[in-house]
């Protein structure tokens, strides 16, 4: 199943894709973790990335879809005559632009491949704000905790791998803000998009992740 979750940022995309790839057996793919990996590198994709993202500016389109193409195309890269092996993936963080929404169709095409369904995740801004902001990430496996609601056993420690746990530079509550208004501003008409293409259900996601993940796993036809 080919998926993607759309809504803005702090509504819980990242721990439903990883929820769902994993009943799914399809592959998250996040472009806000690919570019922080980049980053990290400090590769030259991630030097030209990371002032966007510490400010809550979309990095832009022609450099995430180079980047996006690239990692679909090695999924979707079989021997020649044999059946594609593209089963399935969850996209986490695209489309965010009109844009990239066209350009993701394009790639998509030429794959052969298509999406099946559209994911909107809702939820009002102070709940978004409240969740950015208390949220906490490892610096080794990306994993996702939050001060109050899902503190790890240990302060400030991985529980998975033991890895130290940090604050996003954009989780800080300014770029949060500006980060909404983007996403207000760039992403919202998305909906519209799919909607007309029949394939966007809306979920009301500010209860816990398991009730967002079973309200999800009720529209999917498995
Ligand atoms: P996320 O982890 O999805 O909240 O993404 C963190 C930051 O990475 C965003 O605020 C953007 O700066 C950048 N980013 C991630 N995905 C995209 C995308 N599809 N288009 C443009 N910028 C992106």
């Known amino acids: ?7 803005p940022p702090g509504v819980g995309k990242g721990t439903e894709a990883n929820m769902l790839s994993k009943k799914l057996s399809a592959v998250h793919i996040s ?16 030097r030209k990335a990371r002032s ?28 020649s005559g044999t059946v594609p092996n593209f089963s399935g993936f969850v996209l986490d963080g695209i489309p965010r632009t009109f844009v990239q929404a066209e350009a993701l169709d394009d790639i998509l095409k030429e794959l ?13 801004e102070e709940v978004l704000i409240e969740r950015l902001s208390g949220r906490r990430v490892c610096k080794k496996c990306s994993a996702l905790y939050h ?33 909404l208004k983007v996403y207000q501003e760039e992403t919202k008409d998305l909906i519209e998009f799919y909607r007309k293409k029949s394939i966007l259900f809306t979920i009301n996601a500010e209860g ?15």
């Open 147 to 179: 001060i109050t609601n899902m503190k790890p056993k240990k302060d400030g420690i991985c529980d998975r791998c033991g890895g130290e746990l940090y604050q996003r530079e954009d989780d800080k509550v300014e770029t949060i803000r500006k980060r």
């Open 31 to 46: 472009t806000g973790d690919m570019l922080r990996q980049e980053v990290r590198e400090n590769t030259e994709l991630g």
């Open 52 to 79: 966007y993202m510490n400010h809550g500016k979309l990095v832009p389109d022609d450099i995430i879809m180079a980047m996006v193409k690239k990692r679909l195309k090695k999924m979707g890269t079989v021997p």
């Open 208 to 222: 816990k992740p398991e009730e967002t993940f079973r309200k999800i796993m009720s529209n999917l036809n498995v």
């Open 1 to 7: 199943m080919r998926i993607v979750l759309l809504g």
């Open 112 to 124: 052969g491949a298509s999406l099946d369904f559209v994911i909107d995740l809702d939820a009002r």
